[in-house]
């Protein structure tokens, strides 16, 4: 056997060695998505809500240290705890203005906070400028809230100041808490461009501009941005509790980058 040909078998059979060595394992983010212990309410809005492409765009994996701001009944908590493992936590951080205006809000994630099923959920309280945790954080989350804020809808509004004052203040507290490096998502309904934050109010919408520029003015850097939930369908016209749109509304997906100097 001549030897360029000897070469190419003993590489051929180096490289397959290499590979069954390096197998793909087993796809953590879809074992989250699908572990039992979910409610099937949530599994039945998996659908619309696209948890696992979601999740893989943020870049989540086992260990991470995870912020939900502004949880609501948990959705994403579950699958959040579940692919961080115990190495991971996850922190579900609820404003103060929530806590103290409706407290009822909070019986949903106290509760998966003390499940045992799940055991490395902490339920944090804590104002606009000190959404953090107890430890640097890889990655902080926010789903279909910053509007909220934004627009001082109801409980997240606080008294004095205006929403736009708040998210800046949630912005900066989230740079603080994050590790160097770290990914801050930004989820939320689409409003139209120039969008005030009566619209946000109203609508329950915001423009993504005001979202990119609050946070670019944190320090964050914007690193990618996702169209997984939107839907040009969406005039953007409406309430988003519509029922020709709920569910269905046009949706940004923000993916922002604390630097690492």
């Given at each position: 056997?001549?030897?360029?040909?000897?070469?190419?078998?003993?590489?051929?059979?180096?490289?397959?060695?290499?590979?069954?060595?390096?197998?793909?394992?087993?796809?953590?983010?879809?074992?989250?998505?699908?572990?039992?212990?979910?409610?099937?309410?949530?599994?039945?809005?998996?659908?619309?809500?696209?948890?696992?492409?979601?999740?893989?765009?943020?870049?989540?994996?086992?260990?991470?240290?995870?912020?939900?701001?502004?949880?609501?009944?948990?959705?994403?908590?579950?699958?959040?705890?579940?692919?961080?493992?115990?190495?991971?936590?996850?922190?579900?951080?609820?404003?103060?203005?929530?806590?103290?205006?409706?407290?009822?809000?909070?019986?949903?994630?106290?509760?998966?906070?003390?499940?045992?099923?799940?055991?490395?959920?902490?339920?944090?309280?804590?104002?606009?400028?000190?959404?953090?945790?107890?430890?640097?954080?890889?990655?902080?989350?926010t789903s279909q809230n910053y509007h909220d804020v934004y627009g001082g809808v109801s409980v997240?509004?606080?008294?004095?100041?205006?929403?736009?004052?708040?998210?800046?203040?949630?912005?900066?507290?989230?740079?603080?808490?994050?590790?160097?490096?770290?990914?801050?998502?930004?989820?939320?309904?689409?409003?139209?461009?120039?969008?005030?934050?009566?619209?946000?109010k109203t609508l329950h919408r915001i423009d993504p501009a005001i979202v990119i520029a609050q946070?670019?003015?944190?320090?964050?850097?914007?690193?990618?941005?996702?169209?997984?939930?939107?839907?040009?369908?969406?005039?953007?016209?409406?309430?988003?509790?519509?029922?020709?749109?709920?569910?269905?509304?046009?949706?940004?997906?923000?993916?922002?980058?604390?630097?690492?100097?």
């Amino acid at each position: 056997m001549n030897k360029p040909l000897l070469l190419g078998l003993l590489l051929l059979g180096t490289t397959a060695l290499a590979q069954a060595g390096t197998q793909t394992p087993v796809d953590d983010v879809s074992a989250a998505v699908t572990d039992s212990a979910r409610p099937a309410a949530d599994k039945d809005r998996d659908v619309n809500r696209k948890p696992a492409e979601l999740i893989r765009f943020a870049g989540i994996k086992p260990g991470d240290k995870v912020a939900d701001l502004i949880p609501g009944g948990g959705y994403f908590t579950r699958i959040f705890s579940k692919l961080v493992g115990p190495q991971g936590h996850v922190y579900a951080v609820v404003p103060e203005s929530v806590a103290e205006g409706a407290p009822k809000k909070l019986d949903s994630i106290k509760a998966l906070a003390a499940d045992p099923v799940y055991g490395n959920i902490s339920l944090i309280t804590r104002s606009y400028e000190q959404m953090s945790a107890d430890e640097p954080l890889d990655v902080v989350w926010t789903s279909q809230n910053y509007h909220d804020v934004y627009g001082g809808v109801s409980v997240f509004a606080v008294k004095g100041t205006s929403g736009a004052d708040e998210t800046a203040k949630m912005d900066a507290a989230v740079f603080k808490a994050l590790k160097p490096g770290g990914i801050y998502v930004v989820l939320d309904h689409a409003a139209k461009a120039g969008s005030n934050e009566q619209d946000a109010k109203t609508l329950h919408r915001i423009d993504p501009a005001i979202v990119i520029a609050q946070a670019k003015a944190a320090g964050f850097v914007l690193e990618a941005r996702s169209d997984l939930l939107s839907n040009p369908q969406d005039a953007h016209d409406k309430i988003v509790f519509s029922p020709d749109i709920h569910s269905h509304t046009d949706q940004f997906v923000l993916k922002f980058r604390k630097p690492k100097n």
